[in-house]
T-cell receptor
Framework: DAKTTQPTSMDCAEGRAANLPCNHSTISGNEYVYWYRQIHSQGPQYIIHGLKNNETNEMASLIITEDRKSSTLILPHATLRDTAVYYCIVRVHKAAGNKLTFGGGTRVLVKP | KAGVTQTPRYLIKTRGQQVTLSCSPISGHRSVSWYQQTPGQGLQFLFEYFSETQRNKGNFPGRFSGRQFSNSRSEMNVSTLELGDSALYLC????????????FGQGTRLTVV
């Protein structure tokens, strides 16, 4: 699975959009981008995933660049409850197992 | 629909002992994965079971083992505990063989003294 690079931490103002970048310059054509987050003392929570088209769900939007070497997770209106560590994961979407390889993630602090 | 349930939530063991942790996946899910989380190493994959078969294994010593039962419930066992095994152990369940999303439990906090 391709390696990802994320900023170690970032702050965000409550009510504003939070834009979380992720670099995955060695991504292969059959690898998807997944985002999870982990709120303190809880298990990770799935947010969204995508291959090459932009994706949106009730939690967030995922923007993937045309060359697929980077992506941005957007939390449209950050709340204090969005304070968490956000993990960007790249993996092949195949029937070879459900293994997730977590990196260091981005520690997001939403401030009032 | 009940989420992933891990028991116990907290555990204190002595070096050299063994421990068994339990995970009940979401009803209908057939894949169960285990992860270890420590401040130094972060979240690391231990192993995955699908339909009672171990399908993937992480880079952990043989002291770490697991199994899955016919009802998809899973257990992991750590023998000859070491201080460095102190960690949060997380279980995740998924419906099928291709990962769309994994649902994690709250974890078991193991402290080895």
């Amino acid at each position: 699975d391709a390696k990802t690079t994320q900023p170690t931490s970032m702050d965000c103002a409550e009510g504003r959009a939070a834009n979380l970048p992720c670099n995955h310059s060695t991504i292969s054509g059959n690898e998807y981008v997944y985002w999870y987050r982990q709120i303190h003392s809880q298990g990770p929570q799935y947010i969204i995933h995508g291959l090459k088209n932009n994706e949106t769900n009730e939690m967030a939007s995922l923007i993937i660049t045309e060359d697929r070497k980077s992506s941005t997770l957007i939390l449209p209106h950050a709340t204090l409850r969005d304070t968490a560590v956000y993990y960007c994961i790249v993996r092949v979407h195949k029937a070879a197992g459900n293994k997730l390889t977590f990196g260091g993630g981005t520690r997001v602090l939403v401030k009032p | 629909k009940a989420g992933v349930t891990q028991t116990p939530r907290y555990l204190i063991k002595t070096r050299g002992q063994q421990v068994t942790l339990s995970c009940s996946p979401i009803s209908g899910h057939r894949s169960v994965s285990w992860y270890q989380q420590t401040p130094g190493q972060g979240l690391q994959f231990l192993f995955e079971y699908f339909s009672e078969t171990q399908r993937n294994k992480g880079n952990f010593p043989g002291r770490f083992s697991g199994r899955q039962f016919s009802n998809s419930r899973s257990e992991m066992n750590v023998s000859t505990l070491e201080l460095g095994d102190s960690a949060l152990y997380l279980c995740a369940s998924s419906w099928g063989q291709d990962l769309t999303e994994a649902f994690f439990g709250q974890g078991t906090r193991l402290t080895v003294v």
